[in-house]
Structure formats: structure tokens, C-alpha cells
């Protein structure tokens, strides 16, 4: 087994207050495909056991008891057939033929099991346990070790190479389906082994939906280009956001990137040992209101119309989330807390004070919706707050955000995405 697995189970073993019971993680199985063709959904181990194990494992199953020590690491692994050696080219991994794990669990009867990973049939798990188990395996994985650096850092060296190869094709006519071509092909002639997340890609008003699907809409000049993309290197993924006007971009196009850029750049250097997200993310959310407050948009002092919720109509999500073995690798509360009841903090994904280790995204970003801004409920309780007539001028623009992700450190944050530039 590699040392860095090794570390790694022997800090969770630590991490977790087992008691007595005994863990299984489990892999999962694959899925077939609806239609009967003989073929699944490309499998992936539950992230949970591949932090355990760094493998794709369909049906393997890792157990620890801690009766045993640190020797007390099982990796249960079914056995290969020779249909899956003909038709896959499947080869045996290495560890305990899963045939062995009911007789290794017979001999441990009677004492609780903690489940986690994808649950495994016919095995009656401590249901109490096994939650408590998993909210500490997420704290624990939220410390990156450096094999899951180094893994980032490829990430990010590959998610630029898309990145540069895609912009050098932006131009009048080209579509978000070509553009997105463009982008994956980086991708993988980088060494990247899959797209980490559904890339976006979104012109023009496009550019608003935050999840936007790459379609047959072509750039005309003067459109807003906002792609979210990034790479996946053996499981671990960068995630990156940057916005490009087509052509010269307008005087309020520029203004409104300039706003987005100084929060980003700003909230990427609180990202210090003992900092907490949910200050940081309020301090970028006031800065982009103020922003709009100086371009005329929006009305009133920036910190009230923030605890108001106002900044909602044009910041609609949180400032960013932890991302490493998944996008969201490990976001959520810090143990202990609970969702805080302040209107400000309604859209934050994670809650927690910043530690050397953790990699975290920084994506502030101003928008003009629709969705959000023609709704008659919201006009109503902002009527004061909001520059209606001119924002009405804006609701086909689109908009802008910015993404990279930062490692802190014991010193200053490390911005491993910086290498991609964010010129308008």
C-alpha cells in the first residue's frame, strides 16, 4: 500500500470516535443503462472509499476494526471473471477476496457496524453512528494532505491549457458548443482525464444562468462570455470561472467586470489561517453592493441593502465552497454549528473558520436574471433599493464572475489557479 494511504487511514482511524464498532466503506456497484444495451454508467467509487482506497472499485468494500490497531485496515475486492478480463480487460486489484468478508464480519457479530460510502445489501448499519461518522470523515478530509496537492496543482495546469486554447477561438459567430470543444480539448491534450463538472459556457444572456448548458448560441460582438469549467485528474478537479467580452466591451460592461475583479482579488487575500468564510463571504457581498451603488443601480447604504437581502438579486449564490476530491469536496458546517439565521448568510455553502489545508473556491459575481429581477414579489420589497428603470436597460446582458481556488497556507493564500488570465 502507498505510504500516503497509510498516513491517511491512520489520521482517519484517529479522526473517527468509534468505540467499539466496526467500519465498512463501501465502493458502490454500477448502474446499467435503462434500455438494455449491456452497458452502465461510468462507475465511480463513492468518494468517501476512493479517499480511502484511490480506486475504482465496483462492489469493493474497505473495513476497519479498531480492536486491531492500525493493522487493522481490510480492502475486500470482488474477484475478477473471465467475462470481465474478455469483454473489459479487467485486472484483479489487489486485497481480500470480497468472498471473505462475511466470514471476517461473523467473527466480529454481535458488535455495531458504522457504515459509509454506498451501503452495502443485507448489512444493518448503526444508523446514529454512521452519521456522526460521516460529518467527522468531511471534517477530516477538509485538510488536504500532499498527494491531493499535488494532484490539485495538475489540475490547475491542465484547466489553464483549456482555458488558453479556448479564448484564442472567441470570436463573432463562433457557439458555446464550439467554444466548449475548444475548452475540453485543452483539457485533455493537458494530461486532464475527464472535465470535472459540467462545463459552462454562456454568451450574451446566457452569461446570467448559472449553470448554463453550452448550446447553438452564437457570439455576436459585444456579448458577455462566462465559462465555469475546470480539470479532473484522478478524481480531484480544479474549478474555475472567468468572464470575456466579444470584441470592445462597453463602458458598463467593464465597469461592472472591475467591480466583480477587486472583490475577488480582495477575498482571495482574507484567505488566512482563522478566517472566517462567513465574514469573508459578507465582506464580498457589501463591496459588490457597493459597486452597484456607484454604477447606479442599486440605492442606499451598502451593508443595510446586504442584510436586507438585497444584494440577492444580483449575488444569488455564496462566495464559494471547498472543492478537492468532488467540487464540493467538504463543504458544509463546522462541527458543532448550526445554519445561522442571518439573512446575509442565506446562500453560503459552507460555514467555517479557514485552516492551512483547506482549498476553497472565490467566485463573486453580478448578474441581471430575469428570473430574479422580473419577479413582482421582489420588485415590491426592493422598490426603494433598486435603479428599476436602468436595470430593465441590463436584463438581456447577462454577467460576470470570477473563480479561482486558493490553498491556505500557514502565511499568505496560494491562488493555484493564478496562471489563468482574467483579462477582460
Not at 471534517?139 to 494532505?145: C, N, P, Y
Not at 483539457?187 to 470535472?196: C, L, M, Q, S, T
Not at 481556488?405 to 489563468?420: D, K, M, Q, S, Y
Request: aromatic share 6%; proline share 6%; net charge neutral.
Amino acid at each position: 500500500m502507498s505510504t500516503f494511504l497509510s498516513d491517511r487511514r491512520a489520521r482517519i482511524a484517529t479522526a473517527l470516535t468509534l468505540g467499539d464498532a466496526i467500519l465498512l466503506v463501501g465502493a458502490g456497484e454500477p448502474v446499467p443503462l435503462p434500455e438494455g444495451s449491456d452497458q452502465t454508467y461510468p462507475f465511480r467509487s463513492h468518494a468517501e472509499y476512493y479517499y480511502l482506497t484511490a480506486e475504482e472499485c465496483p462492489g469493493g468494500v474497505v473495513a476497519f476494526d479498531p480492536r486491531d490497531g492500525a493493522g487493522g485496515w481490510v480492502s475486500f475486492v470482488p474477484d475478477v471473471t473471465e467475462g470481465e478480463r474478455v469483454w473489459e480487460g479487467r485486472a484483479q486489484l489487489p486485497g481480500a477476496s470480497i468472498a471473505t468478508l462475511e466470514p471476517w464480519l461473523t467473527t466480529r457479530r454481535g458488535r455495531p457496524i458504522v457504515m459509509l460510502g454506498a451501503p452495502l445489501r443485507g448489512v444493518l448499519a448503526d444508523e446514529a453512528r454512521s452519521l456522526q461518522a460521516r460529518e467527522q470523515l468531511k471534517h477530516a478530509r477538509r485538510l488536504k494532505d500532499a498527494t491531493e496537492i499535488a494532484l490539485l496543482r495538475r489540475t490547475a495546469v491542465a484547466t489553464a491549457a483549456g482555458y488558453e486554447q479556448m479564448r484564442a477561438s472567441l470570436r463573432p459567430g463562433v457557439t458555446e458548443r464550439a467554444l466548449q470543444i475548444e475548452l475540453e480539448t485543452g483539457f485533455f491534450r493537458a494530461g486532464g482525464d475527464r472535465p470535472g463538472y459540467g462545463s459552462i459556457v454562456g454568451l450574451g444572456a446566457n452569461s446570467a444562468i448559472l449553470h448554463s448548458t453550452p448550446s447553438s448560441r452564437a457570439a455576436v460582438a459585444g456579448d458577455f462570455l462566462l465559462v465555469d469549467a475546470g480539470v479532473e485528474i484522478g478524481r480531484y478537479m480544479s474549478d474555475v470561472t472567468r468572464t470575456y467580452v466579444v470584441g470592445t466591451p462597453s463602458a458598463f460592461q467593464r465597469d461592472l467586470y472591475q467591480i466583480v475583479l477587486a472583490v475577488e482579488e480582495r477575498a482571495l487575500a482574507r484567505c488566512v489561517p482563522g478566517a472566517e468564510w462567513r465574514e469573508v463571504h459578507v465582506a464580498a457581498a457589501i463591496e459588490l453592493t457597493a459597486g452597484l451603488v456607484s454604477l447606479g443601480v442599486m440605492r442606499g447604504a451598502a451593508e443595510s441593502l446586504v442584510e436586507q437581502e438585497a444584494h440577492t438579486l444580483f449575488f444569488p449564490h455564496g462566495l464559494g465552497h471547498m472543492v478537492g476530491l468532488g467540487v464540493r469536496d467538504g463543504s458544509g458546517m463546522e462541527p458543532g454549528r448550526t445554519k445561522s439565521p442571518r439573512a446575509s448568510l442565506s446562500t453560503l455553502r459552507m460555514d467555517l473558520p479557514l485552516r492551512p489545508g483547506y482549498v476553497v473556491t472565490v467566485e463573486p459575481g453580478l448578474y441581471f436574471i430575469p428570473a430574479l429581477l422580473n419577479d413582482p414579489q421582489r420588485r415590491a420589497r426592493f422598490r426603494d433599493a433598486v435603479n428599476w428603470p436602468l436595470v430593465e436597460s441590463h436584463l438581456s446582458l447577462g454577467g460576470v464572475r470570477i473563480e479561482d481556488n486558493v490553498l491556505v497556507t500557514a502565511g499568505a493564500p496560494e491562488n493555484l489557479t493564478a496562471a489563468i488570465p482574467k483579462a477582460l
